[in-house]
């Protein structure tokens, strides 16, 4: 179908008709009937060269997503019989992969290579040899607002099908991409997305500037929001893609900051075989420009390197202690993640205000038979130097450990609390150990019966810009100083009940110090991609109102909320970190994020008992521990019960490990 929508113009839908899915109503006035007939033959420009691509056999299922079984679009490349699809039209592995020519013909196809970079894959088809090749739309000419069609083979062989729009953005995913509001879906994957002149802007896939995952991108599909890779890079790097497969660039630093978009770009640690590692960049550099593109803020790199595969050279400069340094490096595919290395101590979450000004950490609890327990290290002490530089903050202290890996010796001094601050400083070497997310031990319980219908207020929580509202569950004993950890509450779309939602989570809120936020859905029937921003935004806005500090502060998933809690926490904005799912494991198409030093992800798996020590959750686990990410699978014989509620808020309240 296509629609066509202008200001004080009619809506313009399409049938079948003569070979392409194009009809032009009678009614229709002469200006718009001048349109239309340009956009027809834009499509038709570009229909020779549009095929549909069959699979056979592979998997049902990708993770817990099912392939559904059907035809996908390809466009000719070369015409050495080369065509370009979707990495998404072969994510099943399928066993045989036949392309319908224009002629209605079926041919076999071979995969050639992939694209890991754009989601692409290049396939052979021998009979294809010959089929004209379009011509690019030259990336330099693109304009927001320009007028697009999106053109796919799916429906009929023999017909193609098409979907009308505008490019509403340029330099989109890092630079890989740009967007369109034409209807980019599992149908025109592959397929063709045209100007005017019926030059190929680019070839719609899944994408996300989140995830390097085959399936990112997926949950947009029909929304409004599609992204196709510029056709003219396609054919730049064909002759290099026809021999092997396209890996995304990696410099291999990690950023300092703890807002990578609003604080400059500083180099917290450097993996130690990475292009970066072996032309000597060190901690505490700062990029400033990467092949002549200014560099300020972290995703200013993320754009100079989203354009470039591994094995490309690129020139930058750093600044170190006020000199400027130039470096030339070629990127890799492949980058040792930042694994956190930890002491095995969780902070103080409020410090003594006749300490204040004081400088270190205070440690509040020592994991048993952790890194610094040999050390005699005690509840109350203050860590107050790492590898003889001197600790100030938590932040200092996370950036000082960034540069060791676990397994890895380091000194540290700090001061027992039975000296007072101002005692001497103590130091020994404890042999660094992997962040945990697993749960702390239970506190000493008490005899104290907790009503949360008298114990707990219910709030709402508004912002003028958006007319969804979340509801709050506040402790009458909150007080504003930063010991209250934020738990974001995510299950079935629609209208939150208040009440259940305080009497279910009202013990665990008091008991743990937990301020409970539950965000409405725009939609009551299910959860929208356009939610993700929309409950980070109110997240910001809640540890505002309430003080909380950002490193405590974890989105729960259950249900059906459990997708958009993923998203919600490997969101770009980073606003939790913790993502605790009930009853269920990772959603498909998520991809978590590398660590940063100041930016951490722990993760929590409620699963039933029966599941929990199971093969593929093992596997889960041990896969994203290799990663450098801190996930644990907790036993639970009912998860979602209140004894689970309780695990939560405790494993919430110590994200700030280190």
Known sequence: MMRFDRPGNVAIRTICAAGLLFALPASMPIAAQEEFAVLRRAAEQVAPSVVQIETIGGRERVGDLFIAAGPSTGVVVSDRGLIVTSLFSIVHEPTSILVRLPNGNRSPARIVSRDLARNLVLLECPDAAGLPVPIAAPESELQVGQFAVAVGRVHDAERINTSVGIVSALDRVWGKAIQTDAKISPSNYGGALVDLQGRVIGIPVPISPQSEEQLAGFEWYDSGIGFVIPFETILGHLDRWSVK??????????????????????????????????????????????????????????????????????????????????????????????????????????????????????????????????????AGDRIVEIAGAAIASIDELATALAPFAPGENVEIGWTAAIDGPAGTIRRGTATLAPLAATLPPPPIETAEVIDPETSCELKELRLEQFPETCDVVVPNRFAPDGSFALVVVVGAPGKVDAEKLRERWGVAAVRDGLIVVAPHSTDERRWQRTDVERIATQIGQAIIDYGIDPRRVAIVGEGPGAALAALIATDASRTVRGLALIGSGLPPGVSLPENEPLRRLSIGLWLATDVADTDPVRQLVKANEERGIAIAAIPSPKPGEPETLREIGRWTQSLDRH
């Not at 660039?249 to 609003?262: E, Y």
């Not at 095995?344 to 300490?355: F, L, M, Q, R």
């Open 245 to 378: 497969d396209l890996r995304p660039g990696k410099l291999g630093v990690t950023p300092k900051a703890s807002d990578n978009f609003t604080e400059p770009l500083e180099v917290a640690a450097v993996g130690r075989l990475s292009p970066a590692g072996v032309v000597g960049l060190m901690p505490g550099d700062r990029i400033v420009e990467i092949d002549g593109r200014p560099i300020r803020r972290f995703p200013d790199l993320k754009h100079a390197l989203g354009r470039r595969y591994a094995g490309e050279t690129i020139v930058g400069v750093i600044e170190r202690q006020g000199e400027r340094m130039s470096f030339e490096t070629e990127l890799a595919a492949e980058i040792e993640p930042f694994r956190v290395a930890a002491l095995g101590i969780e902070p103080a979450a409020v410090s003594d205000p006749a300490e204040a000004g004081i400088a270190g950490v205070v440690v509040e609890r020592i994991d048993d038979g952790g890194p610094v327990a040999a050390l005699g290290i005690n």
